[in-house]
T-cell receptor, first 113, second 112 residues
Framework: KNQVEQSPQSLIILEGKNCTLQ??????????LRWYKQDTGRGPVSLTI?????NTKSNGRYTATLDADTKQSSLHITASQLSDSASYIC????????????FGGGTRVLVKP | DGGITQSPKYLFRKEGQNVTLSCEQN?????MYWYRQDPGQGLRLIYY???????QKGDIAEGYSVSREKKESFPLTVTSAQKNPTAFYLC???????????FGEGSRLTVL
């Protein structure tokens, strides 16, 4: 069964600090991995999309890494800001009919001043 | 501005009533999707459509129905057969099945 597990479930960090979120998956055959940011009560917004051949991808202060061999990804937030408070969702796409997406449960990040 | 518009933002329903959630996009995307989000869980696919007048069941289609009469519109009806309809519903669209997903702002349905 395709699964995406994220850790931690939640974390609190001080403004200006860095943090790293983890995503482990068992989706096969792998097509791509996506990270989304979801503010409370809003729709998710795409941060990065990585294919099998990409090890790292950045979007401003967000840097995603992918290790397709160990089926792990991480999202690193640098110099956190209050606006980074949100849920971060890891999504893995299977290279199959319909390119089915499997969503992780998300990591809720709270940035405190 | 291009994007996806969902309405209403909040909706209350009495048990036994059907309700319809609207989703409109002006991104010229072929594919549209409906997801359900419950606290602490990953998004689950209800229905998706890759082309006008065609749609497919997702993982949790029971108690829901959709239509795709126009490329821009993909309304979701939550029927009285859905036993636990209280949730946050998200509509999304993409160029194709491998394309980036663009989400609407969501509709929160509460059954009283």
């Amino acid at each position: 069964k395709n699964q995406v597990e994220q850790s931690p479930q939640s974390l609190i960090i001080l403004e200006g600090k860095n943090c790293t979120l983890q995503c482990n998956y068992t989706v096969s055959p792998f097509s791509n991995l996506r990270w989304y940011k979801q503010d409370t009560g809003r729709g998710p917004v795409s941060l990065t999309i990585m294919t099998f051949s990409e090890n790292t991808k950045s979007n401003g202060r967000y840097t995603a890494t992918l290790d397709a061999d160990t089926k792990q990804s991480s999202l690193h937030i640098t110099a956190s800001q209050l606006s980074d408070s949100a849920s971060y969702i890891c999504v893995v796409s299977a290279r199959a009919a319909g390119n089915k997406l499997t969503f992780g449960g998300g990591t809720r990040v709270l940035v405190k001043p | 501005d291009g994007g996806i518009t969902q309405s209403p933002k909040y909706l209350f329903r009495k048990e036994g009533q059907n309700v319809t959630l609207s989703c409109e996009q002006n991104l010229n995307h072929d594919a549209m999707y409906w997801y359900r989000q419950d606290p602490g869980q990953g998004l689950r696919l209800i229905y998706y459509s890759q082309i006008v007048n065609d749609f497919q069941k997702g993982d949790i289609a029971e108690g829901y129905s959709v239509s795709r009469e126009k490329k821009e519109s993909f309304p979701l009806t939550v029927t009285s057969a859905q036993k636990n309809p209280t949730a946050f519903y998200l509509c999304a669209s993409s160029w194709g099945v491998e394309g980036e997903l663009f989400f609407g702002e969501g509709s929160r349905l509460t059954v009283l």
